[in-house]
């Protein structure tokens, strides 16, 4: 027997690292826990979306198609499943057995609970094996679909084997995935077989468990006439009463490893699986009968292989289904088995999950074991219920068993807690499982206080959440903030690092830059309630974007820079330090000293010289990019201004950190020991002004063109001069603060020996992208670089404009600042070639911002745009916890969309009949066919009233009582919208002008687009979709074909809409669902409704909103809505732009019909018609 503090490293064992469930009275484990703990029976009365209880009871078993109890255990919404989430379609979904939804699922809650996010998991060797034994919905589907209605995916969606392997298929798994079924045994076989797949190597990683769903009364009918259930619904098992079982649903999945490999990992043991065994009864008294040799040897053999002395065995969760010949087979087989070397008072403690949620058939063995986990981690075995008098047919007196009459504490005695659980199928297969508690968990280290990290610095962390919906990431925040609530002890880091590390990131994502538990609950609200708050990052990210990062040059540094994150980021420092080592001797200050001696009086001037100005750029910006990269994020493309491109070229591999410092050590000392007597100037004219200024004064030389502005640079005097005379002019013009004339002939001087220094050092081709800052090229592996290209470098102007045309060329939607505050990003967007197209900027750090709070939003907006962090880097030393796992979106999915529960199913014609029967006056037959005979006088009578009542009521019943009409109803009308892109699909100019005009005065930017008339033209506007979105995320995007330039109804204009708006139209559609554009498309028309008594319809606009309707329902994705216009006017589009835009985007939360009427938004609500009918009938107009 291993000791409680001994580590255990035995290759045998397989850790439990996560699990998760679904079982009667609980949606999740811990709520499983708590009717466990509270001593509940979750065994209800058979719900209506079932089948009809009443119908279908009746206390004698042996009556014809009747149940002799109207109990079960059932969970709810069992219907319900997130198809998008999985990626599945309706038509998929709707033949797919609950079953395999709720395996799926659960599946995935059970690796999040791990602590480990299931995208990790793709193209890994994890195996799936799983417990299935009915097939109520296939059974269901068959008896009601006709042949023509059954699909393909009637097969994969209900087939056994499919169950395992879409989970495989979904999380993209490799190791084995095997369906189970040995019926009531079916889930703690397949627990068995993933040891044994671990054991052998056939996969590192295991995914078991089992599902049962109860759907139809059918399997009920056959247990009930075989005497197999509790005619009460209460499962008393071990007691004198003990009269049947009762049946249960749901599910549950553990996840699996050897348990070297997780203590390697580092995993959360939650129980250690030390041995399991499978055997059949063979030929015992009867196919179904219990043979308790049998489970004597299944025991021993499990204990064997577990390498475990029965006396050692605590408790056993038994089988123990409640059924007077089974119990006491069990209970002498058990007393048997684990009696050997047992101290007379340490007896064998029993009890059995069923008891609280039923018998879950399949499922029953991963219940029996979630249950010992959950009473391993808690220290506590629940009371087993409904045991008040123990059964006469068991021996107690010569068995070494005690049953949990109430809850109990689990007690080590000295040793570990070890339990056992059994589970035997119907047709003679056991199985026996053998579970320990964990080993001690290795120290971890101690909690730092709120808001500070363990590395003593650090004051933000950043909490990740993410989801496929923005509804989803609503409930994902609530749940969080209340897990945070009821969780006070839990640390901010272990709440980060288990929310990014341990969980998968979808598109739609909020980042949450806090500093303690109560601004991390304070922005999980604002998450929740959908409003903005700072520190609050959120958006929309499908990919992740190509990236450049922008490295400052001179003139950005400033005294204390970075100095926060020197103290809190090991990683920054480390990289600084080794910096300053290696120019230590080349400096006549220390660098550190000169970088972060913000307080001394000559902090600012000694940064200002070239000397150290140059070296401690370096030094920050590579601890900057370094940084970066060990929190998993990397460059795309590199690209530095002046002095920034040597950061730029360390970056990209072209020479070695130490390297690097010494050449910008050296260039400072060089550049630094020129005589003073030069300046820079910014000045914002043409670059050809400002070069015909240098030929003017010569000794000025054209330094930068940076697109807003060129840089001259030269002797002060011919600069001041050139200066005045712009001014003059009305030109502005920027002094810059730099202690020489950079990029002019006043280095000419120093060139050769600046040359001759670098050419000592090994340069290597870059390794990425790095953009030329002296040609505006990008490099790759084949670029030659020297001494002469820094001489080069150093002496001619910065194309900076060039540079960032390159960028937008290569196409780089995000453009991250490497340097001590954000001076490139800003010149880089104003450079930008075409504004619609703009990235999205990040500023690393900003001088008048704590220096971690920037840095952490910053890391913020990157994972908000589809960067994914390195969390377990990011966070530094935490541990996982068990935070809210993803809140699935249901919808209800039935293999037809008319779903008609079980119990309508299965009793339509006998109720369709009694109602023809009452309907004819036919009472005796009614009565007949109610109770199965001729009815006595006072039944007679009643229902002869109630037909009598019930033909009165249906002959003076008009139609025209239940009459509901559309209204048009006025809505509140939005500010006006944002400045923002719009795309507009349309071909007449004349009519889109006053859209046009009403675009350019609300600041918004936009495109037109053809209506496509070929598939050609389709193609091509698929292509352009694309393009357009990936450059503007927030692109809105309007169909504006419809509007001709002839308001008047024709004949010609009905022609027209019919071969080319509409045709055109659902070319727009399927080139929108082709690029996977999902951004709403809105089509507008004018006067196709009537929502005015002023109004006119026009046919020829109307027609397209039928489209609308049918486009919406096929296209949910690109579906924007209908909006109808009166005339047209800027003023009318104006407002429409503002309604549009303050729609969200998820199309069941937004308005999808509008009209624009009188200076107001109306929408279509759906009302009783008030109005009485006419009187008069319809008159017909003779034609002859």
């Given at each position: 027997?291993?000791?409680?503090?001994?580590?255990?490293?035995?290759?045998?064992?397989?850790?439990?690292?996560?699990?998760?469930?679904?079982?009667?009275?609980?949606?999740?484990?811990?709520?499983?826990?708590?009717?466990?703990?509270?001593?509940?029976?979750?065994?209800?009365?058979?719900?209506?979306?079932?089948?009809?209880?009443?119908?279908?009871?009746?206390?004698?078993?042996?009556?014809?198609?009747?149940?002799?109890?109207?109990?079960?255990?059932?969970?709810?919404?069992?219907?319900?499943?997130?198809?998008?989430?999985?990626?599945?379609?309706?038509?998929?979904?709707?033949?797919?057995?609950?079953?395999?939804?709720?395996?799926?699922?659960?599946?995935?809650?059970?690796?999040?609970?791990?602590?480990?996010?299931?995208?990790?998991?793709?193209?890994?060797?994890?195996?799936?094996?799983?417990?299935?034994?009915?097939?109520?919905?296939?059974?269901?589907?068959?008896?009601?679909?006709?042949?023509?209605?059954?699909?393909?995916?009637?097969?994969?969606?209900?087939?056994?084997?499919?169950?395992?392997?879409?989970?495989?298929?979904?999380?993209?798994?490799?190791?084995?995935?095997?369906?189970?079924?040995?019926?009531?045994?079916?889930?703690?076989?397949?627990?068995?077989?993933?040891?044994?797949?671990?054991?052998?190597?056939?996969?590192?990683?295991?995914?078991?468990?089992?599902?049962?769903?109860?759907?139809?009364?059918?399997?009920?009918?056959?247990?009930?006439?075989?005497?197999?259930?509790?005619?009460?619904?209460?499962?008393?098992?071990?007691?004198?009463?003990?009269?049947?079982?009762?049946?249960?649903?749901?599910?549950?999945?553990?996840?699996?490893?050897?348990?070297?490999?997780?203590?390697?990992?580092?995993?959360?043991?939650?129980?250690?699986?030390?041995?399991?065994?499978?055997?059949?009864?063979?030929?015992?008294?009867?196919?179904?009968?219990?043979?308790?040799?049998?489970?004597?040897?299944?025991?021993?053999?499990?204990?064997?292989?577990?390498?475990?002395?029965?006396?050692?065995?605590?408790?056993?969760?038994?089988?123990?289904?409640?059924?007077?010949?089974?119990?006491?087979?069990?209970?002498?087989?058990?007393?048997?088995?684990?009696?050997?070397?047992?101290?007379?008072?340490?007896?064998?403690?029993?009890?059995?999950?069923?008891?609280?949620?039923?018998?879950?058939?399949?499922?029953?063995?991963?219940?029996?074991?979630?249950?010992?986990?959950?009473?391993?981690?808690?220290?506590?075995?629940?009371?087993?219920?409904?045991?008040?008098?123990?059964?006469?047919?068991?021996?107690?007196?010569?068995?070494?068993?005690q049953v949990v009459r109430e809850a109990t504490a689990w007690e080590r005695d000295g040793g570990r807690r070890i339990a056992g659980v059994?589970?035997?199928?119907?047709?003679?297969?056991?199985?026996?499982?053998?579970?320990?508690?964990?080993?001690?968990?290795?120290?971890?280290?101690?909690?730092?206080?709120?808001?500070?990290?363990?590395?003593?610095?650090?004051?933000?962390?950043?909490?990740?959440?993410?989801?496929?919906?923005?509804?989803?990431?609503?409930?994902?925040?609530?749940?969080?903030?209340?897990?945070?609530?009821?969780?006070?002890?839990?640390?901010l880091a272990d709440v980060c690092l288990t929310a990014g590390a341990g969980r998968a990131h979808f598109e739609h994502r909020a980042a949450?830059?806090?500093?303690?538990?109560?601004?991390?609950?304070?922005?999980?609200?604002?998450?929740?309630?959908?409003?903005?708050?700072?520190?609050?990052?959120?958006?929309?990210?499908?990919?992740?974007?190509?990236?450049?990062?922008?490295?400052?040059?001179?003139?950005?540094?400033?005294?204390?820079?970075?100095?926060?994150?020197?103290?809190?980021?090991?990683?920054?420092?480390?990289?600084?330090?080794?910096?300053?080592?290696?120019?230590?001797?080349?400096?006549?200050?220390?660098?550190?000293?000169?970088?972060?001696?913000?307080?001394?009086?000559?902090?600012?001037?000694?940064?200002?010289?070239?000397?150290?100005?140059?070296?401690?750029?370096?030094?920050?910006?590579?601890?900057?990019?370094?940084?970066?990269?060990?929190?998993?994020?990397?460059?795309?493309?590199?690209?530095?201004?002046?002095?920034?491109?040597?950061?730029?070229?360390?970056?990209?591999?072209?020479?070695?950190?130490?390297?690097?410092?010494?050449?910008?050590?050296?260039?400072?000392?060089?550049?630094?020991?020129?005589?003073?007597?030069?300046?820079?100037?910014?000045?914002?004219?043409?670059?050809?002004?400002?070069?015909?200024?240098?030929?003017?004064?010569?000794?000025?030389?054209?330094?930068?063109?940076?697109?807003?502005?060129?840089?001259?640079?030269?002797?002060?005097?011919?600069?001041?001069?050139?200066?005045?005379?712009?001014?003059?002019?009305?030109?502005?013009?920027?002094?810059?603060?730099?202690?020489?004339?950079?990029?002019?002939?006043?280095?000419?001087?120093?060139?050769?020996?600046?040359?001759?220094?670098?050419?000592?050092?090994?340069?290597?081709?870059?390794?990425?992208?790095?953009?030329?800052?002296?040609?505006?090229?990008?490099?790759?592996?084949?670029?030659?670089?020297?001494?002469?290209?820094?001489?080069?470098?150093?002496?001619?102007?910065?194309?900076?404009?060039?540079?960032?045309?390159?960028?937008?060329?290569?196409?780089?939607?995000?453009?991250?600042?490497?340097?001590?505050?954000?001076?490139?990003?800003?010149?880089?967007?104003?450079?930008?070639?075409?504004?619609?197209?703009?990235?999205?900027?990040?500023?690393?750090?900003?001088?008048?911002?704590?220096?971690?709070?920037?840095?952490?939003?910053?890391?913020?907006?990157?994972?908000?745009?589809?960067?994914?962090?390195?969390?377990?880097?990011?966070?530094?030393?935490?541990?996982?916890?068990?935070?809210?796992?993803?809140?699935?979106?249901?919808?209800?999915?039935?293999?037809?969309?008319?779903?008609?529960?079980?119990?309508?199913?299965?009793?339509?014609?006998?109720?369709?009949?009694?109602?023809?029967?009452?309907?004819?006056?036919?009472?005796?037959?009614?009565?007949?066919?109610?109770?199965?005979?001729?009815?006595?006088?006072?039944?007679?009578?009643?229902?002869?009233?109630?037909?009598?009542?019930?033909?009165?009521?249906?002959?003076?019943?008009?139609?025209?009582?239940?009459?509901?009409?559309?209204?048009?109803?006025?809505?509140?009308?939005?500010?006006?919208?944002?400045?923002?892109?719009?795309?507009?699909?349309?071909?007449?100019?004349?009519?889109?002008?006053?859209?046009?005009?009403?675009?350019?005065?609300?600041?918004?930017?936009?495109?037109?687009?053809?209506?496509?008339?070929?598939?050609?033209?389709?193609?091509?506007?698929?292509?352009?979709?694309?393009?357009?979105?990936?450059?503007?995320?927030?692109?809105?995007?309007?169909?504006?074909?419809?509007?001709?330039?002839?308001?008047?109804?024709?004949?010609?204009?009905?022609?027209?809409?019919?071969?080319?708006?509409?045709?055109?139209?659902?070319?727009?559609?399927?080139?929108?669902?082709?690029?996977?554009?999902?951004?709403?498309?809105?089509?507008?028309?004018?006067?196709?409704?009537?929502?005015?008594?002023?109004?006119?319809?026009?046919?020829?606009?109307?027609?397209?909103?039928?489209?609308?309707?049918?486009?919406?329902?096929?296209?949910?994705?690109?579906?924007?809505?209908?909006?109808?216009?009166?005339?047209?006017?800027?003023?009318?589009?104006?407002?429409?732009?503002?309604?549009?835009?303050?729609?969200?985007?998820?199309?069941?939360?937004?308005?999808?019909?509008?009209?624009?009427?009188?200076?107001?938004?109306?929408?279509?609500?759906?009302?009783?018609?008030?109005?009485?009918?006419?009187?008069?009938?319809?008159?017909?107009?003779?034609?002859?």
């Open positions: 027997m291993t000791s409680a503090g001994d580590p255990m490293d035995s290759a045998s064992g397989f850790a439990i690292v996560g699990y998760a469930a679904r079982f009667p009275g609980a949606a999740d484990a811990e709520e499983f826990w708590r009717v466990l703990r509270e001593g509940r029976d979750a065994v209800t009365e058979v719900p209506a979306d079932r089948w009809d209880v009443d119908e279908f009871f009746d206390p004698d078993p042996d009556t014809p198609g009747k149940v002799a109890t109207r109990r079960a255990g059932f969970v709810d919404d069992v219907t319900g499943f997130d198809a998008p989430f999985f990626g599945m379609s309706t038509r998929e979904v709707r033949l797919l057995d609950p079953q395999h939804r709720l395996l799926l699922e659960t599946a995935w809650r059970a690796v999040e609970h791990s602590g480990t996010a299931p995208t990790a998991l793709a193209n890994t060797n994890t195996g799936v094996f799983v417990g299935l034994a009915t097939h109520d919905y296939l059974g269901m589907a068959s008896g009601e679909l006709a042949y023509p209605e059954i699909e393909a995916y009637m097969a994969i969606g209900t087939s056994n084997a499919a169950a395992a392997g879409r989970i495989s298929y979904r999380l993209g798994l490799q190791g084995p995935a095997v369906a189970v079924d040995t019926a009531c045994s079916s889930s703690l076989v397949a627990i068995h077989q993933a040891c044994q797949a671990l054991r052998l190597g056939e996969c590192d990683l295991a995914l078991a468990g089992g599902a049962n769903v109860l759907l139809t009364p059918a399997t009920m009918i056959t247990f009930s006439h075989a005497h197999m259930l509790a005619p009460d619904g209460r499962c008393k098992t071990f007691d004198a009463a003990a009269d049947g079982y009762v049946r249960g649903e749901g599910c549950g999945v553990i996840v699996v490893k050897r348990l070297a490999d997780a203590v390697r990992d580092g995993d959360r043991i939650r129980a250690v699986i030390r041995g399991s065994a499978v055997n059949q009864d063979g030929a015992s008294g009867g196919l179904t009968v219990p043979n308790g040799v049998a489970q004597q040897r299944v025991i021993a053999a499990a204990l064997k292989r577990a390498g475990v002395a029965p006396g050692d065995v605590g408790y056993l969760e038994a089988h123990g289904t409640g059924t007077s010949l089974g119990d006491p087979i069990e209970v002498q087989a058990a007393g048997a088995a684990f009696g050997a070397g047992r101290e007379a008072d340490r007896p064998l403690l029993i009890g059995s999950v069923k008891t609280n949620i039923g018998h879950l058939e399949a499922a029953a063995g991963i219940a029996g074991v979630i249950k010992v986990i959950l009473a391993l981690e808690h220290e506590v075995l629940p009371q087993h219920l409904h045991f008040r008098n123990p059964s006469p047919h068991i021996p107690w007196d010569r068995l070494p068993v059994s589970s035997f199928g119907f047709a003679g297969t056991n199985a026996h499982v053998i579970i320990e508690e964990a080993p001690a968990a290795a120290a971890r280290p101690a909690p730092a206080p709120v808001g500070v990290d363990r590395t003593g610095g650090r004051r933000f962390s950043l909490l990740p959440l993410s989801a496929r919906t923005p509804a989803a990431l609503g409930r994902l925040a609530e749940e969080y903030r209340g897990w945070l609530e009821a969780h006070p002890e839990a640390t949450l830059v806090v500093d303690s538990m109560q601004s991390a609950r304070e922005l999980l609200g604002a998450v929740a309630d959908d409003r903005p708050a700072p520190g609050l990052v959120r958006g929309v990210s499908d990919d992740r974007p190509k990236t450049a990062w922008l490295f400052t040059g001179q003139g950005s540094q400033y005294a204390g820079m970075a100095r926060e994150l020197f103290d809190a980021e090991p990683v920054f420092a480390e990289t600084l330090h080794r910096c300053a080592a290696v120019v230590a001797d080349v400096l006549e200050k220390p660098l550190l000293d000169v970088i972060f001696d913000a307080d001394a009086p000559e902090a600012e001037a000694a940064l200002r010289q070239t000397t150290y100005a140059q070296p401690a750029l370096f030094a920050v910006e590579m601890g900057l990019a370094r940084l970066w990269q060990s929190w998993g994020l990397q460059p795309d493309v590199v690209l530095g201004h002046s002095v920034g491109q040597y950061s730029a070229a360390c970056v990209a591999g072209v020479f070695s950190l130490e390297d690097g410092a010494l050449l910008m050590a050296e260039r400072g000392r060089l550049f630094g020991s020129l005589p003073a007597g030069g300046r820079m100037a910014a000045v914002f004219t043409s670059a050809e002004r400002a070069e015909s200024l240098t030929a003017e004064f010569p000794a000025l030389s054209v330094a930068a063109y940076n697109g807003a502005n060129t840089v001259l640079s030269g002797p002060a005097t011919d600069l001041e001069a050139a200066v005045t005379r712009l001014t003059a002019d009305g030109v502005r013009c920027d002094w810059l603060d730099t202690s020489h004339a950079f990029h002019s002939a006043l280095l000419d001087p120093i060139l050769d020996e600046f040359e001759s220094y670098a050419n000592r050092f090994e340069f290597r081709p870059p390794q990425l992208t790095l953009v030329c800052n002296r040609t505006g090229a990008a490099l790759d592996a084949d670029a030659r670089i020297d001494g002469a290209y820094w001489r080069r470098h150093a002496r001619q102007p910065v194309e900076f404009a060039k540079s960032v045309r390159t960028l937008a060329d290569l196409g780089c939607k995000e453009l991250l600042e490497t340097g001590p505050q954000p001076v490139l990003t800003a010149a880089a967007l104003r450079a930008w070639p075409d504004p619609a197209t703009s990235p999205r900027a990040i500023a690393s750090l900003r001088r008048n911002t704590a220096d971690h709070r920037q840095i952490t939003e910053a890391l913020a907006e990157a994972y908000v745009s589809g960067h994914l962090p390195d969390f377990a880097a990011v966070v530094g030393p935490a541990g996982k916890l068990d935070l809210p796992t993803y809140p699935f979106q249901h919808r209800q999915y039935w293999y037809r969309d008319n779903r008609e529960s079980p119990n309508r199913q299965q009793n339509t014609a006998s109720r369709t009949e009694a109602m023809r029967l009452l309907e004819d006056g036919r009472i005796e037959e009614l009565a007949a066919l109610l109770d199965g005979g001729s009815g006595d006088r006072q039944t007679l009578h009643v229902l002869t009233k109630l037909a009598a009542q019930h033909n009165g009521q249906r002959k003076s019943q008009s139609i025209a009582d239940d009459r509901y009409e559309v209204r048009w109803q006025k809505s509140t009308t939005p500010a006006a919208a944002e400045a923002s892109m719009w795309l507009l699909v349309g071909d007449d100019t004349t009519a889109l002008a006053p859209l046009v005009d009403a675009l350019s005065a609300g600041g918004h930017r936009h495109q037109v687009l053809a209506l496509p008339v070929s598939d050609a033209d389709e193609e091509r506007l698929a292509l352009a979709l694309r393009a357009a979105v990936e450059d503007e995320p927030a692109l809105r995007i309007l169909h504006v074909a419809a509007l001709g330039s002839d308001p008047e109804p024709s004949t010609r204009s009905l022609l027209r809409m019919q071969h080319h708006v509409l045709g055109g139209t659902r070319r727009l559609f399927r080139a929108a669902v082709a690029a996977d554009l999902r951004r709403p498309i809105w089509v507008v028309t004018r006067g196709a409704q009537h929502v005015t008594d002023a109004d006119t319809v026009s046919p020829d606009q109307s027609c397209l909103w039928g489209f609308g309707r049918a486009a919406a329902l096929e296209h949910p994705h690109v579906w924007g809505g209908l909006a109808d216009l009166a005339e047209g006017t800027a003023d009318e589009w104006g407002r429409l732009l503002a309604q549009v835009a303050a729609e969200p985007r998820e199309s069941g939360l937004r308005e999808d019909q509008l009209a624009l009427r009188d200076d107001a938004a109306y929408v279509p609500r759906l009302v009783r018609r008030t109005a009485p009918p006419s009187g008069a009938p319809p008159a017909l107009r003779p034609t002859w």
